[in-house]
């Protein structure tokens, strides 16, 4: 009976025939998870690279509208509006969105900063009239839900978060 026993052990140890089916079952999900993973990613850099396209589109509309040219002309323009819509669908009427989900808010405020003086050369940073700056700063936040793989995992979207500074030059 013991050398039954042995017999059978030995055949076993000996026999390689199992071995790359063992091997792939357990590598095949850590594979597949690593692939997913840099889908991802993937996805995830693409729609941020969308999103600021976007952003900078608009922050770059946004600076150089004017609406009192229009009005002299006897026209209306609603620049916020119209660089919105830049943002979001990359023409200034609503289309098709740049990033299929996203809706924003797209933000647009400005500021005034001081234009100051380079004390060696005694000239202002940016060329102006005036002794000020305005600049123009588009913001937005994006709520990513990925494909398929955060939700497998249980993770909540990851919030993207993107803004884009332009000095208001006007036409």
Known sequence: MWRAWKRLIENFERDERG?????????TPLMISLS??????????????????GLRDAARYYAR???????????????????QNTALYGSTSVGTLRVEDWSGPVTISTY??????????????????GASVVTVRVTTSYDY???????????????????????LVGW
Not at 19 to 27: N, R
Not at 112 to 129: A, E, F, M
């Open 145 to 167: 839900a990925g494909m398929s793989l955060l939700s497998y995992l249980g993770m909540s979207p990851i919030t993207l978060a993107a803004a884009h500074e332009e000095r």
């Open 112 to 129: 005034t900063t001081t234009n100051t003086v380079d004390p060696i050369t005694g000239l202002q940073d940016y060329r102006s009239s």
């Open 19 to 27: 071995q790359i089916l063992v091997e792939m079952t357990l590598i």
């Open 65 to 83: 509208c004017n609406t009192q040219l229009f009005a002299d002309a006897g026209l209306s323009i609603d620049c916020t509006t119209n660089a």
């Open 36 to 53: 997913a993973g840099v889908f991802e990613f993937g996805n995830l850099i693409h729609h941020k690279l969308l999103i600021e396209a």
